[in-house]
């Protein structure tokens, strides 16, 4: 097979649609008779509900219909887990998930009420006035520490405490490898995560045909296959009545896999009742609350080394802020307790993590999904220990490194796809020297920065490695068929949310067929065209279904090879698929073009042999044993002005190894992308909660998001260690601009400001403000 798109930075074909304005939206659905929805949300973190009277808003001109969760009758119940505990010994796991609306108690600013359908969504949103509720008001849980306190209110009153689940995990003997040691660096460190803020924001269409009974409901969500059996579940219907659709999504980044969300479980329910279909479009304040958030952590961590800088073991006790429901188990504290150990030999570990239940918005997995938190403690604790030690921070990460004839490199502990964790493989040493080649690390520190702080000037250099779980089971599958007008269709069940999966899911069905790119149509997110599928997450999307769509292109190839040589009647092994035919190879002009093959695949006349199949189609699965990993060296160079603490990031360069790149143009996208959401995580995007857990910076004006003036132009290189847990050999990359800019930040704003010996930057997110309080008693006065 020729290669001609496997590999190469082709332009993404879904551009076409999505710049002409073509592409299908969810607020662009528009259907006859459509009702609008708004739900009346809770204004307080706790309290027990002692009424709610929706009489008055039932009575305005428009409102169709409002509904409490009494009206829900048996249908009201707590969603799914949608992720277990994995089988660790000993863990602790109290299960406690969200209902559609709030029942006897609230638990979070943005917990829905009541909804109210109207003809248009002003007439919806002015009867959300028109509802009186009585609340009685309880103490907010916010702090985590306070939270485990005995004398806490408690979120969930049947519990005996605040504590939402208690892992703990270990390799090795970390208590002997503490008494050998040289050097203890122990300290705390806090990590705050954000929102994710996509450019659209979440949304639901739901229509019931009480005539051809059938559920058909738009959704943005990132797993339409999960999201239809669930609901034809709890609707009583079988899953073949119920239609999910996932056209178009203006980012996904993780919270739009959380399932399910009570505006999923409400819309079909009240479409059922009405006979009419329903919309419900998030508007931004709403955002705040009413999608997941990704929250905070505290670790204690401690690393025991030698004196010439070898890790010897790593203990971590980290507290996890999970919000006050737990549906999505324990994916992201896992993520950070696997993820600390990064591309590091860490002969002894030793973790421990409470999951604490807040009266704060729930928390899943938010593009990194936990790994930030991870990646932050380890590559501290080695600059802290580099400082100690008086070792360069580049060469103390280099001594470290899993050397190359380590792989599979086991770690031992449980992953979040219940697995041991096992590094598939990997060379970590060429990575760290491309990124520093490409910064001029030793020419920054020997002769840039000396000249540029002789005049005056406060730069910095930093620079982190990581690793990125990706790849994860259970499975994806693919339809591939060629059809009688020469055109290949490719339909998968996963969604997509930008990441160009029409493009490369096409490279590969069109290398296998011989076809043009652009002659092949991909269908993704749509459960009519194909039936099962888990869903677009944790960087899974190209791994996973990526190599289902190679599978059925192959077996589809197959097929028509070996209908053409019965045509031609010669061997397989003399044929050729290119430019859309199959032809003999070294006769000119004896081709046969790959439409027609479908047309005599499916015969009107004459029998179908045994054993064989009619049509040039396949549909094939594809699920790896355990997830690929992949990794990568971030460096960065900043200056600051230490009056302001303006910054500004003067060059920025990112080394990846995701396996096989099916498309260098896209996956650059990806990384840029990851890098700036990480750039606001790092040091714009903050949370504000006050101690009754009211979120004091619920706007775009006051929640700092990074614009295009912060974002850098990027230095992008790639090497290739291909996974052997699939046949391309590729590993994903989805989050991999985004996990190891903290630690980046903080490590070049320390180098900048020179701030060794004074202040230690132990949490993220820093910002100007943060910087000015955190270095205000320095020593340091910077020339001032």
Avoid at 315 to 335: E, Q, R, S
Avoid at 346 to 372: E, K, W
Avoid at 437 to 463: M, S
Wanted: aromatic share 8%.
């Amino acid at each position: 097979m020729t290669t001609r798109y496997f590999g190469a930075p082709i332009k993404r074909n879904e551009d076409r649609r999505l710049l002409t304005g073509q592409a299908l939206f969810i607020d662009d659905v528009e259907l006859p008779g459509m009702l609008h929805a708004a739900f009346l949300r809770s204004q307080v973190a706790h309290a027990r509900i002692k009424s709610i009277d929706v009489s008055a808003a039932r009575q305005r001109p428009g409102v169709i219909a409002v509904y409490v969760a009494d009206d829900l009758g048996a249908y009201w119940q707590h969603g799914p887990l949608l992720v277990p505990p994995p089988p660790i010994p000993g863990i602790i796991f109290n299960q406690r998930t969200q209902v559609p609306l709030a029942k006897d108690k609230v638990r979070h600013v943005g917990e829905p009420l009541a909804v109210v359908i109207a003809e248009n969504r002003y007439i919806a949103e002015d009867a959300l006035d028109d509802i009186v509720v009585e609340l009685e008001h309880l103490p907010a849980v916010v702090d985590l520490e306070g939270g485990l306190d005995a004398g806490s209110v408690k979120v969930h009153d049947d519990l005996d405490s605040n504590m939402s689940a208690r892992v703990r995990q270990t390799k090795g003997d970390y208590a002997r490898a503490a008494a050998k040691a040289d050097r203890i660096i122990k300290r705390r460190f806090r990590y705050e995560h954000g929102i994710s803020s996509p450019i659209e924001t979440r949304g639901v269409v739901a229509h019931w045909d009480a005539r051809g009974n059938q559920m058909t409901i738009w959704d943005t969500t990132q797993a339409p296959v999960f999201v239809r059996n669930g609901l034809a579940g709890v609707l009583g219907l079988s899953e073949r009545q119920v239609r999910v659709i996932a056209p178009f999504v203006g980012g996904g980044f993780g919270p739009k896999i959380m399932m399910f969300y009570p505006e999923e479980v409400v819309l079909p329910w009240v479409s059922m009742r009405l006979n009419r279909p329903i919309k419900w479009i998030e508007d931004r304040l709403e955002h705040f609350f009413a999608t997941t958030h990704e929250r905070g952590q505290i670790h204690d961590a401690e690393m025991a080394v030698s004196k010439d800088g070898r890790i010897l073991g790593i203990k971590d006790v980290f507290l996890h802020d999970g919000g006050a429901y737990d549906p999505y188990g324990l994916t992201v504290p896992l993520n950070s307790q696997c993820t600390l150990l990064g591309p590091y030999v860490v002969p002894a570990y030793d973790s421990t993590f409470t999951a604490v239940f807040t009266n704060l918005p729930i928390v899943t997995p938010y593009r990194g999904a936990g790994r930030q938190h991870g990646v932050f403690v380890m590559e501290r604790l080695l600059d802290l220990a580099a400082q100690a030690l008086d070792i360069d921070c580049v060469e103390i990460r280099r001594r470290n490194l899993i050397p190359p004839d380590a792989f599979p490199y086991k770690n031992e502990i449980i992953y979040q796809d219940f697995q041991p964790l096992e590094y598939d493989s990997g060379n970590y040493e060429p990575v760290l020297d491309m990124a520093l080649d490409a910064i001029g690390y030793h020419a920054f520190l020997k002769e840039e920065q000396p000249r540029l702080r002789a005049a005056g000037r406060h730069v910095g250099i930093g620079v982190a490695c990581y690793v990125e779980g990706t790849g994860i089971g259970p499975y994806e599958g693919a339809k591939v068929q060629i059809q009688t007008n020469g055109r290949v269709s490719v339909a998968t069940g996963i969604g997509t949310q930008g990441q160009g999966h029409f493009t490369v899911f096409a490279q590969i069905a069109a290398d296998q067929l011989g076809v043009d790119v652009r002659d092949v149509d991909v269908v993704t997110g749509d459960t009519d065209q194909f039936y099962w599928g888990a869903g677009t997450f944790a960087s899974r999307g190209a791994v996973v279904a990526g190599n289902a769509v190679n599978e059925a292109s192959r077996s589809v190839r197959q097929k028509a090879l070996k209908l053409a040589s019965d045509i031609f009647e010669c061997s397989e092994d003399d044929l050729v698929i290119e430019n859309g035919s199959v032809g003999i190879v070294g006769i000119p002009g004896k081709v046969i073009r790959l439409g027609e093959l479908a047309q005599r695949a499916n015969p009107m006349r004459g029998a179908v042999k045994p054993g064989t199949e009619p049509g040039l189609e396949s549909t094939q699965y594809f699920g790896p044993a355990s997830g690929a990993t992949a990794n990568g060296v971030h460096a960065m160079i900043v200056e600051i002005d230490p009056m302001t603490f303006d910054l500004k990031i003067l060059k920025y360069v990112v080394v990846h190894d995701c396996g096989t790149v099916i498309n260098p143009l896209i996956l650059a996208g990806q990384i840029h992308g990851g890098v700036a959401q990480g750039i606001g995580n790092a040091f714009y995007e903050k949370l504000c909660f006050d101690d009754q857990g009211q979120l004091l910076n619920a706007s775009l004006a006051d929640y700092l998001l990074p614009t295009a003036l912060e974002v850098p132009r990027m230095e992008l290189a790639h090497t290739v260690t291909a996974s052997p847990l699939n046949p391309m050999g590729i590993k994903g990359a989805g989050e991999a601009g985004a996990i190891p800019v903290g630690p980046l930040f903080a490590q070049a704003i320390e180098d900048a400001l020179q701030l060794r010996g004074t202040v230690e930057l132990l949490e993220i997110p820093l910002s100007p403000s943060r910087l000015f309080e955190l270095t205000r008693n320095s020593s340091n006065s910077w020339g001032r």
